[in-house]
């Protein structure tokens, strides 16, 4: 499956992307790299390999992940203490969407 000129364009406009056309096609160039990456994936015999809900193994005592402890949430004033602009209790930011 290779990705054409076309939807490259496509999904830039759905992003709001304007690309110049050496960008359009160095991006087809790489999105298709992938897909290729991909199709080699696909050609790995996987039928003995046991899925995975995560990338993490069972480790009980050598896991290195810390203990999930709650905390107080941050008060409106403290989440907007180094905010550049902040106005009636909320962040202000410019406005980047302008069709």
Known sequence: MKITEEEVRYVAM??????P???IHRFQRDLNEILDHMDKLNELDTGGVEPMAQVLYEAGETATLRE???????????????APQPGAGYFKVPKVIER
């Open 21 to 23: 056309e050496e960008e």
């Open 68 to 82: 999930d402890c709650p905390l107080p949430p941050l008060s409106n004033a403290e989440a907007l203490a180094n």
């Open 14 to 19: 759905l992003a709001n992307l304007a690309l």
